[in-house]
């Protein structure tokens, strides 16, 4: 125990001899490693934050696009195309089993007029399973029905920015008649506010598909079928969801009467993928902010190798001293190699400590969402115990080698 302990009060004494010095220098790792605590904690608290918004469509939500068009070889975006029919969500709803709700869609951008409010909305017509589909929530009034989507009612239900921004605070929207374009609905319900994100309903209009095929010319396929934006559908079990895309492809490319050289001319998104493209990007990024970081740290642990060379020059006569006495070189060795992890472990600590409060300052600033998790708090301590040790490893180990005859005779 004794040869363990000694080599460490040797340490501890040659910091506190040198106070300013050693607080120069632990000051260098605490800003790389609260730096890194910080940087890695927006990281994981804004991936956090993306992934539970995509969440909130849904666990088991699959989502069927059309596909792009070429023309010229030029290819244009995805959804350019007009490949997908009402009849091809009839057709998977009969076919596909294991689908719990689906919903096709309709939308098209529209100037939303009630009084001398108006604004500028994108409209989507689709059907009464849009609501289970997407988990949307109602705050007032009620979403259309089967009913009022059988006999095309020209009734609609707002996001809560459309409400808003049409009706105030003060005026009930439910029962509230507005021109949509050239026609004209009647207000039946407003859908909870569900804030910023992915697919969110803030800033759209529902109409019953039937009543928006009435009210706006949409385009049909060269064999007559009712082209539609997408296809939105519950899966009943997410272990399956692999299995049923792949059915719905095969499915959709014989309908669409695809060789097997021809591309899909859909797209087919589940929030599972979705949501595993999302981590590894975030997780990439994280890292990234985390290595940028970590540079601050690199140059910490240049000066504590910097540091520990002045302190070896310093203490010639005294390591002289110390092997005429018969000190080994591991002992000189050891001394020098804990001194320097001694330094880097204390600006470890106190670094974790302002890495925390650094990032508890930008989370209750609301400008995005932090988290300090357990393993980027152990990950920055022992990078910064590892960087005291590498760069203190040559100032000891040339310490432990000096001739004690030469390290007496200087001054």
């Known amino acids: 125990m004794k040869k363990w302990f000694e080599p460490i009060a040797s340490a501890w004494v040659g910091v506190i001899t040198h106070k300013l010095r050693s607080f120069l220098t632990i000051l260098g790792i605490v800003i790389g490693v609260g730096a890194v605590i910080a940087l890695m904690s927006i990281g994981r608290g804004a991936q ?242 985390g290595a940028i970081a970590a540079i601050s740290l690199l140059v910490g642990g240049i000066g504590v190798m910097n540091i520990m060379l002045v302190s070896v020059l310093e203490r010639t006569r005294e390591i002289g001293i110390r092997k005429a006495l018969g000190a080994h070189e591991r002992d000189i060795w050891s001394q020098f190699l804990i001194e320097a992890a001694f330094l880097t472990f204390a600006g470890g600590i106190v670094g974790v400590l302002v890495g925390w409060g650094a990032s508890a300052i930008v989370g209750n600033m609301g400008v995005v969402k932090t988290l300090v998790s357990a393993d980027i708090v152990l990950l920055a301590v022992s990078v910064s115990v590892g960087i005291g040790l590498f760069f203190g490893f040559y100032p000891a180990w040339s310490a432990s080698r000096l001739d004690p005859i030469e390290a007496l005779r200087s001054e």
Not at 136 to 160: M, N, P, T, W
Not at 196 to 210: F, H, K, Q, R
């Open 48 to 289: 956090a934050d993306i992934l539970s918004r995509i969440q909130t469509l849904g666990a088991n939500l699959v989502t069927i696009s059309p596909g792009a068009l070429n023309f010229g070889g030029v290819r244009s975006a995805s959804g350019s195309a007009s490949t997908l029919t009402l009849e091809d969500a009839a057709a998977i709803w009969e076919q596909v089993p294991g689908l719990s709700a689906m919903a096709p869609t309709y939308s098209t951008s529209q100037q939303l007029i009630f009084g001398s409010a108006n604004t500028r909305s994108q409209i989507t017509g689709t059907s009464p399973e849009y609501q289970q589909v997407y988990s949307l929530q109602i705050s007032e009034g009620a979403f259309f029905s089967d009913y009022d989507y059988q006999s095309s009612a020209r009734v609609a239900v707002l996001g809560a920015n459309v409400s808003e921004t049409l009706f105030g605070t003060t005026t009930n929207p439910i029962g509230q008649t507005i021109r949509v374009g050239s026609n004209v609905v009647r207000v039946i319900g407003v859908l909870a506010e569900k804030g910023a994100g992915m697919g969110s309903p803030d800033d759209a209009v529902y109409i019953p598909l039937t009543a928006s095929q009435q009210m706006y010319a949409q385009p049909r396929t060269s064999q007559g079928g009712h082209v539609v934006s997408g296809i939105s559908l519950t899966v009943a079990d997410q272990s399956s969801s692999t299995v049923i895309v792949e059915e719905i492809t095969s499915l959709l490319r014989y309908r669409h009467q695809l060789s097997a050289a021809t591309e899909n001319d859909f797209r087919i998104t589940s929030i599972e993928d979705i949501i595993k493209t999302m981590t590894e990007t975030m997780g990439t990024m994280t890292l990234l902010l």
